[in-house]
């Protein structure tokens, strides 16, 4: 059974941590992408991924890093977290052939204090 | 102007009856097109693609596209409780990278 994995279901983290989200695919997929989805705003593309060590930006970047260094995760860094980011955090994975056909893992909600 | 937009919910249907999603695009060049069903407190599911101009069946779901019309539709036919979730009209961008637009969804509830 194919799965993304996030590492964490519930987070709740203080303003100005550094916070680290993680996302495991089995799939061998090349593409990789974390989107966060908000009440009434829908989701939204923060980075993707699809090569280990490439990442482009997506439409709402501002605060956010990430990094590749294994084909198999994506992970999302919050440098300083604030209030903002209080969000559900998806990670999910396509192919390369098919890189429309977005697997998704079962999200992060973090709650920024 | 939002670069995918769905009409605003929710809908209500009862069981049986034919629901009707739509969805619109901003980018004329788009070529590809899907729907996500998202159950309350999961993650969403891709559940239909097209990418050709006309009707795509596949069970109860027929997509529908009109590119001149910039306009992506999903029907449910014969629709069951179990089909109630929000529906996420996602475009592909031109990129080979597979990065997709999604609309902010339309929630649809059917009552038995």
């Known amino acids: 059974d194919v799965k993304v994995t996030q590492s964490s279901r519930y987070l709740v983290k203080r303003t100005g941590e550094k916070v680290f989200l993680e996302c495991v695919q089995d799939?061998?997929?090349?593409?990789m992408f974390w989107y966060r989805q908000d009440p009434g705003l829908g989701l939204r593309l923060i980075y993707f991924?699809?090569?280990?060590?490439?990442?482009e930006k997506g439409d709402i970047p501002e605060g956010y890093s990430v990094s590749r260094e294994k084909k198999e995760r994506f992970s999302l860094i919050l440098e300083s977290a604030s209030t903002n980011q209080t969000s559900m955090y998806l990670c999910?994975?396509?192919?390369?052939?098919?890189?429309?056909?977005?697997?998704f893992g079962s999200g992060t909600q973090l709650s920024v204090l | 102007q939002k670069e995918v937009e769905q009409n605003s919910g929710p809908l209500s249907v009862p069981e049986g009856a034919i629901a009707s999603l739509n969805c619109t695009y901003s980018?004329?060049?788009?070529?590809?097109f899907f729907w996500y069903r998202q159950y309350s407190g999961k993650s969403p599911e891709l559940i239909m693609s097209?990418?050709?101009?006309g009707d795509k069946e596949d069970g109860r779901f027929t997509a529908q596209l009109n590119k001149a019309s910039q306009y992506v539709s999903l029907l449910i036919r014969d629709s069951q409780p179990s089909d109630s979730a929000t529906y996420l009209c996602?475009?592909?961008?031109?990129?080979?990278?597979?990065?997709?637009?999604f609309g902010d969804g339309t929630t649809l509830t059917v009552k038995p």
């Open positions: 097209i990418y050709s101009n």
């Open positions: 980018d004329r060049g788009s070529q590809s």
């Open positions: 999910a994975s396509s192919p390369r052939d098919r890189p429309e056909k977005l697997f």
């Open positions: 799939m061998d997929h090349e593409n």
């Open positions: 991924s699809y090569d280990v060590k490439m990442k």
């Open positions: 996602a475009v592909k961008d031109r990129t080979n990278a597979g990065k997709s637009t």
